[in-house]
């Protein structure tokens, strides 16, 4: 059909030619196309629709005829063609787009005018095709939303992919085709709101075979070519949506050059979350490191503050985020003006008048701002006639004011305003301000500028001057600290610099270039040092703990070297430990032999460490200059599980709860939880208020008693297989442990706990070690037992579940000690009768005969 219409169009240039230049004609328009087209459609409702997939090239091409030769413009519905293209094919024939994404579809037209009568107009609709990989999200039942999916009676596994044309669902349980109907177990529907974007596949009470892969499979029928896609999902009984922590404080202020280190971990979700980190305003620096959930920041600036947030995601329920404000101290654009204006003609200052002096600096964080006045160099009080004053925050913030009263002849000179931070670490912002007559200081860059450089290398500063009236006049000095170094007089440059060859101790310190005239004087300053960098501190140390002793641990520390070249060789580190919460460093050096390359990892080990005690450990490079910029980090000890047990203690804080795990043949699990991250949905009246330290943040296990949990239901938690320490053959008895525990029963319908003891080769036997039911009171109670295993073992905590939903248990601190308890609890008043009093007399009466035999006859 194009082929014949372009037939058309040329008959009628050769025939206009031929009738000669007197034939005027108003325009005609035709579009026609060219390229790959997966469907055309001519004149439906007017229009012709031209389907294309998305990365092909449209090519359209726009067939005129009229005398003169009319004049061709593209344009698009909702705005001109060239707000999208190049507009060098918006006025040609030919409209071509290579690449077509799916925000370039629409309709297009093709105008022609020559000045006869109206413009011809035709359009042609495009229609991009494309299909999104699809997504498969999990989402519990809204009306009984918990923390983990194996409590509930109802899942949502929901597919959504983006598509043009509209997308059809498939729904796979393994091998198995799921259609609406083939199982009651399952529904298959499309939210209205979602007009065909969205599949949702509902399991209903969830059963055992409900625990599969499920893929959801995505297709267009093969439209232009497209291919179906598929995604995958494993639901499992441990399958939960994401928690995470922040091992830092909100807000953190730090100063400009440090390097700052935000910890994000994970501390629960199935499959396991991926973590990303955010900003809130922009992209994230593009200096930052990450590694895993660890983002530092080396150097920081002002341009890198902001709220970052580690958001941990893995498709099920929603994404879990955490944020911290980074402030970084900063004082900047200083400037004054004069209450009245010198430099306004009807308005000098005058003998006998007030004048008022302002002075507002940008510092941040703005609470540390603090200001001084001087008066050619001298301090200033306030008083009387000089009543020194600082703005209301809201009105004028980072402003102070000096207003002199009836001014006097001895008050002119120049004053001079100080701005600073209390928080130290940035450089004072000094204004000066000459009062006498329409006079305006020197202003000069850099206000302040560090440099860090080695002895022996040479180092030049430079002051320049950016505004200053008078200009005659305009002299300049450098000093080092108070000594005077330089002076001289401007000519035509608009800088002056000072050079040092070669850096000695006595060359470091603060220079100062004071660039002066009649109205006061602008300075410069440079902070000149050779102070090492600080040292970064590396947190994927494989392993890092280890246990050489008993009640000891040593920790494998290792740390890179920010900018090693930047000063001196780095002789040694000056290494300072304590315990977390003390007062007092304890400090020792760490020689360091030849020079330190860029990213070398430096390993130092760690001993006598307390346990379970944590550390703050800094850490300072030391040059023949002196010492550099410290670093401080906190080292933790978790507790491994021993291979022949000696001790073993378990507060349920890392992520796989010290290997204990859920038993396959309860009713229902225990959960890992605390009082900062349980559901605000959380029954009343029943539960522990924090863990066993009375942390908020600490955690614990327990088992959750609201509905669907039924009376008599039990959850059982497996300790790991715990080896017993070889046995002394001449000793006479077995190896004794004292095991305990700390548990939390509160609630009117509080039911039972049991934990049993089960001995290696004897899985189906276990022996009740301990029992206890009721209300105990809002209060953690700490059990003790003497456990003489002659064989590997386990320990198993059973929790009952009660009458009602009051009635949740929890248990924190599991801890096991060779040798007998200090004290042995006496049974409770509401234990389980006689068993426990049973089980230690079978387990003493191998002990008893073996002491028989070993003992000597009287």
């Known amino acids: 059909m194009d082929l014949v219409y372009g037939l058309v169009w040329l008959l009628t240039v050769l025939l206009e030619g031929i009738s000669g230049q007197g034939v005027y004609a108003p325009p005609t328009v035709r579009i026609v196309h060219s390229g790959l087209a997966c469907n055309i459609e001519e004149e439906r409702y007017s229009e012709r629709v031209y389907t294309i997939r998305e990365g092909e090239t449209l090519e359209l091409t726009c067939l005129v005829t009229g005398h003169p030769r009319p004049q061709i413009r593209w344009t698009k519905t909702a705005g001109s063609a060239s707000d999208r293209f190049q507009d060098s094919s918006v006025f040609n024939e030919t409209l071509r787009i290579t690449k077509i994404q799916r925000h370039q579809g629409g309709r297009y037209y093709c105008k022609a005018e020559n000045g006869l009568g109206s413009p011809a107009i035709k359009s042609i609709r495009v229609d991009v095709y494309y299909l999104d990989d699809p997504v498969v999200t999990v989402h519990q039942s809204i009306g009984e939303a918990k923390e983990q999916f194996y409590y509930e009676r109802t899942v949502f596994l929901r597919c959504v992919a983006n598509s043009n044309p509209p997308v059809r669902y498939s729904w796979r349980r393994g091998q198995e085709v799921l259609l609406q109907g083939s199982d009651k177990g399952v529904e298959i529907y499309e939210p209205f709101f979602t007009q065909g974007e969205t599949k949702i596949l509902k399991l209903k009470n969830l059963r055992p075979q409900d625990y599969a892969n499920y893929s959801c499979i995505a297709s267009v029928r093969n439209v232009c070519n497209i291919p179906d896609k598929m995604v995958s999902f494993r639901l499992s009984n441990k399958t939960a949506s994401p928690s995470i922590k922040l091992l830092v404080d909100d807000p953190i202020v730090v100063n400009p050059g440090e390097a700052i280190t935000l910890v994000c971990v994970t501390t629960g979700g199935e499959p396991t979350p991926s973590l990303t980190w955010v900003r809130s305003f922009g992209t994230l620096p593009e200096k930052i490191v990450l590694k895993g959930g660890t983002l530092t920041i080396p150097a920081i600036t002002s341009d890198d503050a902001g ?15 955490k944020s911290t404000n980074i402030i970084v101290r900063a004082l900047k654009k200083g400037r004054f003006w004069i209450t009245p204006d010198p430099y306004h003609k009807d308005d000098n200052i005058q003998i006998g008048r007030e004048v008022k002096i302002s002075c507002q600096v940008e510092a941040v964080p703005s609470e540390e701002l603090t200001f001084s006045w001087f008066k050619n160099g001298r301090p200033l009080r306030s008083s009387e006639r000089m009543v020194i004053t600082q703005t209301d925050p ?6 102070t004011n000096l207003d002199i009263i009836d001014l006097k002849f001895t008050d002119f000179g120049t004053y001079t305003c100080v701005a600073s931070l209390k928080g130290g670490g940035i450089s004072d912002i000094s204004i000066d301000v000459n009062i006498s007559s329409s006079t305006d200081p020197p202003a000069v860059e850099p206000a302040f500028l560090e440099i860090r450089q080695g002895q022996d290398r040479s180092v030049t500063m430079s002051c320049r001057v950016l505004r200053a009236y008078p200009i005659r006049v305009l002299t300049y000095e450098w000093r080092l600290g108070n000594k005077l170094l330089r002076t001289g007089q401007f000519d035509s440059q608009e800088y002056t610099e000072y050079p040092v060859k070669s850096l000695s101790n006595e060359n470091y310190g603060v220079y100062n270039c004071s660039i002066i005239n009649e109205a006061g004087a602008g300075r410069c300053s440079f902070l000149v040092t050779g102070k090492a960098y600080a040292p970064e501190f590396y947190y994927d140390t494989y392993n890092p703990v280890w246990q050489n002793r008993h ?13 090693p070249d930047a000063v001196d060789r780095i002789v040694a580190y000056r290494l300072g430990i304590r315990q977390a919460g003390q007062q007092r460093w304890w400090e020792q050096e760490i020689k360091i032999n ?14 006598e460490l307390i346990k379970p005690e944590a550390y703050e450990v800094r850490l300072t490079p030391l040059t023949k200059f002196g010492e ?43 959960t890992k939880q605390s009082t900062a991250t349980r559901n605000t949905k959380y029954t009343p009246n029943t539960g522990p208020n924090a863990d066993r330290s009375g942390s908020k943040e600490g955690f614990y296990m327990y088992i959750e008693t609201s509905r669907p949990r ?10 790991p297989v715990f080896s017993i ?30 934990v049993y003891l089960r001995l290696k080769g004897q899985t189906t036997i276990e022996n009740p070690l301990w029992s206890s039911s009721g209300n105990k009171g809002q209060r953690w109670n700490e059990a003790h037992v003497n456990i003489y295993p002659i064989t590997s073992f ?30 042995q609890d006496p049974p409770t008043k509401n234990s389980v009768d006689g068993a426990v009093g049973i089980l230690v007399h079978i387990w003493l009466f191998p002990v008893i005969i073996l002491i028989s035999i070993l003992s000597p006859r009287r």
């Open 394 to 399: 809201d009105v004028s913030p980072g402003t």
């Open 794 to 823: 386990q320990l198993i905590f059973e929790g009952v579940r009660g009458p009602g939903i009051e009635g949740d248990i929890a248990i924190d601190d599991v801890s096991i000690a060779e040798g007998e308890c200090a004290k």
């Open 307 to 321: 709220t970052y947030s580690c958001i941990a995601n893995n498709n099920v329920g929603n994404p879990a985020k």
């Open 725 to 754: 320490a070889p046995k002394n053959p001449y000793g006479p008895t077995n190896t004794a442990y004292c095991f305990s525990f700390f548990y939390h029963m509160y609630g009117q319908h509080i039911g039972v706990l049991n």
């Open 551 to 563: 009640r000891v641990y040593s920790y494998s520390l290792q740390w890179t070297q920010m900018n």
């Open 594 to 607: 030849g020079n330190i390359q860029k990213g070398e990892l430096i390993t130092y080990n760690l001993t």
């Open 628 to 670: 550099g910029d410290s670093t401080i980090r906190v080292i933790k000890y978790t507790a491994p599980v021993n291979p022949h047990l000696r001790e073993f203690h378990c507060g349920f804080e890392d992520g796989n709860i010290c290997l204990f795990t859920q038993d396959d043949t309860d009713n229902f699990d225990w």
């Open 710 to 719: 039924l009376e008599g239901e039990k959850a059982r938690l497996l300790s």
